[in-house]
């Protein structure tokens, strides 16, 4: 029996027992699609988290305040005490202190509600300087930003993101409007691009206004020298390792700290925040292939119960086969050939409902999901490696048959 008839009688034997073969095909599919789309939830978390760091700006270090203690003991968490002012993020600006920052972004923010007419809005109000545009990598939809000028005269502008402006002036254009900032009217000179928003924050919500007008206008008191953070864009990504060790030598300077342990200060860089975010993310999804994994061995268990009693009903036929010359060798290609159809029809249906899910759920559910042709690919390939190696002792078996034995059972 050559190749070309082994093949017509593997499937001439699966296409006779349509049901029997129809629950086996259904188990590896199933299996299929649970790699498919754990895999591609995976990766479109990756991706997504990806996304949102590199959209804080390119080659980013964010510099935030260390914990406080109150005078019963009790310490606040990270960021919770003022030790960063605007003389710190002056001193980071010069070349000469650190050659390898490109510029230097401080911030201080509040919650407050702004109106526009009888309409208003809670948001965060940023006070930045010029620089904060370039170094969070945001461009403008409209208008300009806020300027160096503006820092310097206290001026009474302010630049929206657009869920803001959206939601104070509809579909109007906001740009020459004035809007009124905890009660302090400012004229909207710009509107940023839109950006995203993730589960925890959304950074299309929020109001920027020149840091001297937050500190004077918003803030007060004897806390408008200090800041919420520090936006820090190293020159390259080659130099973020040495603008990260610029950064925490003139910090530790300026207060004091003669160990790195007694730092009153955080540095985070975005790849940290990429790497952790990844770690955890392949982890999940490592834990969730695993699972999916159990129902390909469940479809590989279907594949192999399937074949043995094909071999069981097929005796007669096999003995026969031998009795007329087909060699052990033929015998076990036919019902290798017959495990590995049921494989592959298992995978690649499996496949064709993992791409429609792929597409679809994201629809339902608030996480993307990445198509990636190598797991599909992948995936077919291991339904069809499944249905060889579980047909294999059925196989095996039906192979050692003795066309006498095989003739004279019943």
């Known amino acids: 029996m050559n190749l070309v008839e082994t093949f017509r009688t593997g499937l001439e034997a699966v296409v006779s027992h349509r049901l029997r073969s129809s629950l086996t095909v259904l188990g590896i599919m199933i299996g299929i699609t649970a790699v498919i789309l754990t895999v ?29 203690t109150s005078s019963a003991g009790i310490r606040g968490g990270s960021g919770s005490a003022s030790t960063l002012t605007v003389a710190n993020s002056d001193v980071l600006a010069s070349k000469t202190v650190a050659p390898d920052i490109a510029g230097v972004a401080p911030v201080v923010s509040a919650s407050e509600s702004l109106t526009e007419g009888t309409t208003n809005w809670t948001t965060t109000v940023v006070g930045s300087n010029a620089s904060w545009l370039t170094v969070r990598g945001r461009t403008m939809a409209e208008g300009r930003f806020i300027s160096g000028h503006d820092v310097q005269t206290h001026a009474a502008v302010v630049v929206l993101a657009p869920t803001t402006a959206s939601e104070l002036f509809g579909g109007r254009d906001p740009v020459g409007q004035t809007v009124d900032v905890a009660g302090t009217p400012m004229s909207v000179i710009g509107v940023l691009t839109a950006e995203g928003s993730s589960a925890t924050s959304n950074v299309d919500d929020q109001a920027i206004i020149p840091m001297t007008t937050a500190a004077t206008r918003i803030i007060g ?16 990504s080659k130099t973020l390792s040495a603008a990260y060790q610029e950064t925490d030598r003139a910090l530790l300077n300026l207060h004091g700290i003669t160990t790195a342990t007694g730092a009153d200060f955080t540095i985070t860089s975005q790849q940290s925040l990429l790497a952790t975010a990844t770690s955890v993310d392949k982890t999940l999804t490592v834990l969730l292939a695993g699972i999916a994994g159990i129902s390909l061995l469940v479809g590989g268990i279907g594949v192999m119960n399937i074949m043995l009693v094909s071999v069981t009903e097929r005796i007669r036929e096999i003995g026969l086969r031998k009795a007329l010359g087909a060699t052990p060798r033929v015998i076990r290609r036919q019902f290798l050939v017959e495990a590995s159809v049921l494989g592959l029809v298992g995978g690649m249906l499996g496949a064709i409902l993992g791409l429609a899910g792929a597409i679809i759920l994201p629809h339902f559910i608030s996480n993307p999901i990445a198509i990636s042709g190598a797991a599909i690919a992948g995936s077919i390939a291991i339904a069809i490696a499944i249905g060889v190696a579980f047909g294999v002792y059925p196989a095996s078996r039906a192979a050692r048959l003795a066309p006498i034995d095989a003739l004279r059972s019943e």
């Not at 008191?221 to 390259?236: D, F, K, M, W």
């Open 40 to 68: 591609g939830l995976g990766e479109g978390a990756q991706q997504q988290v990806g996304s949102e760091i590199s959209s804080l700006g390119a080659n980013l270090l964010i510099v935030s305040p260390g914990s406080s």
């Open 221 to 236: 008191g004897t806390s408008r020298n200090q800041l919420s953070s520090i936006y820090i864009e190293a020159t390259g």
